[in-house]
């Protein structure tokens, strides 16, 4: 894609950039992070279980592998599948508070890297940093906001002869109290879904910003994802732009005309069809209403952040739902595959079709995407097009519950 935005007629071989990728980028970085992991107390060993003795006499099992290089691989290619079935909350695969930062780091570091390498080779640096400042933007700000929402007590301690405190259920303890609501907000940002908080016993509010994470997916996404994502926000905040002056939307010196518009409404549906769509048959029917153990808001943000986990890739969950059925996994299934690769599919196709254009000279009607105000027109776009899509959502559920508790 960013070859084809540069102008590029050579878009590259597959294979020749799927062993770049690979064998100089990820195999080194998780060696790396293998290595420290290893330092910081991650088992590192094919010899399987170990057997122990207890001071009682009893026999105690203890599972190992090789965690350190299982942990240092799924970080970084944001996937987020355990090791163990606490994930990132387990000793072993999170052993002490640097390993804590270090898996955290590595959850932003490639999609990071993304945005400055599609300005590398757009050869449009500037531009690079008015994307990546408006996603840093966004994250923080939900960093921050997840930590306010979250120092607040649980509601489950109300009335009750208890020191009001911050919500400590559900949190890894081990790396103070706003470690749960940090990594909540990273591995949603990305499509990691790696977790060392259960994200069920999050508050309300601070619940609804992991699904608006998964929401927006903008936020760095997963490797790619992320600026793929944000490419779409960008077209359709050139088109407002170009509708504003009255003149023809250009992006890169290209004109942006029906053909790419269309595209880009059909991969800025999908997600928010996918959401939207399942959550409204499985609340309506059995399929979903069978599986709910908390009824009301709750229950139903449960439902939605099954379908938004699913359709942004991201793979956590809120635990409280019994989703291990056949139609849940079939469900999700499919919305994993059509989610993933429509979004990718559409921006490609609206990539190719602006390098075959004829490049436009840039005059002084020309909106200039490398600006601080382009940065505000394509934050203002993110934030307007995903509450339009998703408040509905959030006012049923996060919303309903945090008055409904009165906090």
């Known amino acids: ?25 990820l195999l080194p970085l998780s060696f790396i992070v293998a290595l420290i992991m290893v330092l910081c107390g991650s088992p590192m060993t094919f010899e399987g279980s170990a057997v122990a003795h207890t001071l009682e006499g009893a026999t105690q099992t203890i599972a190992r592998g090789p965690v350190a290089a299982f942990v240092a691989i799924k970080q970084l290619g944001t996937n987020g599948g355990g090791f163990f ?28 890297a993304t945005v400055w390498m599609f300005g590398r080779i757009t050869n449009r640096l500037r531009h690079a940093a008015v994307v990546f400042v408006v996603m840093l933007s966004l994250y923080l700000a939900f960093v921050l906001l997840a930590g306010l929402f979250e120092s607040e007590p649980t509601a489950a301690l109300a009335g009750l002869p208890v020191k009001s405190e911050m919500n400590l259920e559900g949190k890894e303890l081990r790396f103070g109290r706003q470690a749960g609501s940090l990594w909540a907000v990273s591995t949603t940002a990305t499509s990691n ?10 508050n309300p509010l601070t619940g609804l910003l992991p699904l608006a994470g998964m929401w927006l997916n903008v936020i760095f996404g997963g490797v790619g994802v992320g600026l793929i994502n944000m490419f779409i926000f960008i077209v359709i905040a050139v088109f407002i732009a170009g509708l504003m002056v009255g003149r023809t939307p250009e992006y890169l010196t290209r004109k942006v005309e029906a053909k790419e518009m269309k595209l880009a409404v059909l991969a800025l ?13 499985f609340a309506a029917t059995s399929l979903g209403q069978q599986t709910i153990h908390n009824p009301g808001s709750h229950g139903l943000t449960e439902i939605v952040y099954e379908f938004s986990s699913a359709s942004a890739n991201n793979g956590s969950g809120f635990e409280g739902l019994g989703d291990n059925t056949v139609p849940w996994n079939v ?5 994993m595959i059509f989610a993933r690769f429509i979004p990718i599919i559409a921006p490609l196709i609206i990539a190719g079709s602006l390098a075959q254009k004829r490049s436009t000279p840039e005059s002084v009607g020309t909106l200039h995407v490398n600006t601080p105000l382009f940065g505000a027109i394509l934050l203002g776009t993110v934030l307007i097009v995903g509450a339009l899509l998703f408040l509905p959502l959030a006012v049923l559920g996060p919303i309903a519950e945090q008055l409904a508790i009165g906090m």
């Open 193 to 202: 879904g790696s977790v060392d908080a259960m994200h069920d016993s999050l």
């Open 269 to 281: 549906l999908v997600h928010p069809l996918f959401i939207l769509g399942g959550t409204a048959v």
């Open 1 to 25: 894609m960013s070859r084809a935005l540069a102008g590029r007629q050579a878009m590259g071989n597959f294979y020749q950039d799927l062993w770049r990728a690979t064998g100089l980028i």
């Open 85 to 112: 079935g606490p994930n990132s909350t387990h000793p072993y695969e999170n052993p002490t508070f640097l390993s804590n930062v270090l898996e955290n780091i590595c959850i932003l570091l490639i999609p990071m």
């Open 331 to 335: 469900v999700t299934g499919w919305i």
